[in-house]
């Protein structure tokens, strides 16, 4: 029999929040993290807007320099393993280990694993590499290379909390942390592991976002209010964010058995890719209509089941029209009218994290009854009709959400999740 998935610890690092309380009211609120940014100090770079954590400073290349909220006690051998982004990870698990109310002696057994998905830190592979040049490589960081690959949230998290279950990274751009999420949900329903810890980390830096400027990605507004809006007919691009997001996922069985209050169930995943470009999705979404199928599939659900939907939809003008002809496909032609909103109006995309995040937000939206709405929409681009799109959040219980997430190469991935079901004796 198939074991029950449930998400029983949530840590949030996010522009909109450090907390789920907080990240909880500004979802309702519609209260956006985006402000006016200056990435290196050139008035010729296009870009203006991100959307920062707050409480940290890791602008430095160096972690003796760097700050974060007083709660937290990283230890000096651990942060000198760490890359910024490390630093927002680290956080957010001490943070959804205790909301799962478990200890780190709790997930030392091998019957816990951890899945991380994060692109690395350019920023800080750039300043090692260019010290290492200067002196002809005859020098080096010792740390460099655990500091800045795209492993580097595994090799950390997995040595300083002692975990000995699966460990490993995904790499697959912005699909990156869902496709974790979906493969822990393997792992947990095979039996291989009791609990899978997954996160999803990057960082908010010239090095990190300044890169998609050039395939004009991103929005060159330079108003916070109006700089994200998915769907929107004035849509320009995406807004960078960095942070991190940590979701405890464990068996049902194990997580009622120690009295876990689980905020909820994930019932199916799917994915599927596009198979087209390296670069942008499927004009009519192929790839991402045919992972949703395969979602609810899985769930054992039909479309007109689904009453919520988290979109990936990042502000781009080809991502959001073939996301919207998929839900079409997948929704209006039979007559479904779910919830449709992107929660990126207010945080930004956060590329490797966003569907951690994302599924994060689903678990609030289940266990407190509401759905997300769309800030920033004005003018709704015409692709979109038919699809349900409210501005504002709707307060009211969903029984069943969608999320999804697609990235380069037309990797797309979506999760079904559910209330926790009452288990009757």
């Known amino acids: 029999m198939t074991r029950e998935v449930l998400i029983t610890g949530i840590g949030f690092i996010t522009s909109i929040g450090n907390d789920s309380a907080t990240v909880s009211a500004s979802l309702r609120e519609g209260r956006h993290g985006l402000l006016p940014w200056d990435f290196c100090g050139n008035p010729n770079v296009p870009v203006k807007v991100a959307a920062p954590v707050r409480g940290f400073n890791v602008d430095s290349p160096h972690w003796r320099d760097w700050n974060w909220p007083k709660e937290h006690n990283i230890p000096r051998e651990t942060l000198r393993g760490l890359a910024p982004h490390g630093v927002y990870a680290f956080c957010a698990m001490e943070q959804a280990l205790a909301d799962a109310a478990l200890t780190p002696a709790?997930?030392?057994?091998?019957?816990?694993?951890?899945?991380?998905?994060?692109?690395?830190?350019?920023?800080?592979?750039?300043?090692?590499?260019?010290?290492?040049?200067?002196?002809?490589?005859?020098?080096?960081?010792?740390?460099?290379?655990?500091?800045?690959?795209?492993?580097?949230?595994?090799?950390?998290?997995?040595?300083?909390?002692?975990?000995?279950?699966?460990?490993?990274?995904?790499?697959?751009?912005c699909a990156s942390s869902s496709h974790a999420i979906g493969y822990a949900t393997d792992e947990i329903r095979l039996g291989r592991q009791e609990r899978m810890i997954v996160v999803g980390a990057e960082e908010l830096n010239a090095d990190t976002v300044l890169p998609f400027?050039?395939?004009?990605?991103?929005?060159?507004?330079?108003?916070?209010?109006?700089?994200?809006?998915?769907?929107?007919?004035?849509?320009?691009?995406?807004?960078?964010?960095?942070?991190?997001?940590v979701l405890v996922l464990e068996d049902g069985g194990v997580a009622r058995r120690r009295g876990a209050r689980a905020y909820a169930e994930i019932s199916g995943w799917g994915q599927a890719s596009d198979g087209y470009s390296v670069a942008t999705s499927h004009p009519d979404g192929a790839g991402l209509r045919e992972a949703m199928r395969r979602a609810l599939r899985d769930a054992q659900a039909l479309p007109e089941a689904v009453n919520?939907?988290?979109?990936?939809?990042?502000?781009?003008?080809?991502?959001?029209?073939?996301?919207?002809?998929?839900?079409?496909?997948?929704f209006t032609a039979v007559g479904a009218r779910p919830v449709v909103s992107?929660?990126?109006?207010?945080?930004?995309?956060?590329?490797?994290?966003?569907?951690?995040?994302?599924?994060?937000?689903?678990?609030?939206?289940?266990?407190?009854?509401?759905?997300?709405?769309?800030?920033?929409?004005?003018?709704?681009?015409?692709?979109?009709?038919?699809?349900?799109l409210p501005r504002k959040s709707v307060c009211t219980q969903p029984s069943l959400i969608l999320n999804n997430s697609s990235g380069f190469g037309g990797s797309n991935v979506c999760h079904v999740l559910r209330p926790v079901r009452e288990i009757r004796s």
């Not at 507004?221 to 964010?241: C, E, H, K, L, Q």
């Not at 080809?318 to 919207?324: C, L, M, P, Q, W």
């Not at 992107?342 to 590329?351: D, M, V, W």
């Open 342 to 388: 992107s929660t990126k109006g207010l945080t930004g995309h956060g590329l490797s994290m966003a569907g951690a995040m994302e599924v994060g937000f689903c678990a609030l939206a289940l266990r407190e009854g509401f759905m997300p709405g769309n800030a920033h929409l004005r003018e709704v681009d015409p692709v979109c009709d038919g699809l349900n």
């Open 213 to 245: 400027a050039p395939m004009r990605a991103l929005s060159p507004n330079a108003d916070p209010a109006t700089a994200s809006r998915p769907f929107d007919m004035g849509r320009d691009g995406f807004v960078g964010t960095g942070g991190a997001v």
């Open 308 to 330: 919520y939907v988290n979109a990936h939809a990042t502000s781009t003008q080809i991502g959001d029209k073939a996301e919207a002809q998929a839900l079409r496909s997948v």
């Open 106 to 173: 709790d997930i030392t057994d091998g019957a816990t694993g951890l899945f991380c998905a994060s692109a690395g830190s350019a920023f800080v592979l750039h300043h090692n590499l260019t010290q290492a040049r200067a002196c002809q490589f005859e020098r080096g960081n010792p740390m460099g290379v655990v500091t800045s690959i795209a492993g580097t949230l595994n090799f950390n998290l997995a040595a300083h909390f002692a975990i000995t279950g699966a460990v490993t990274g995904f790499v697959s751009a």
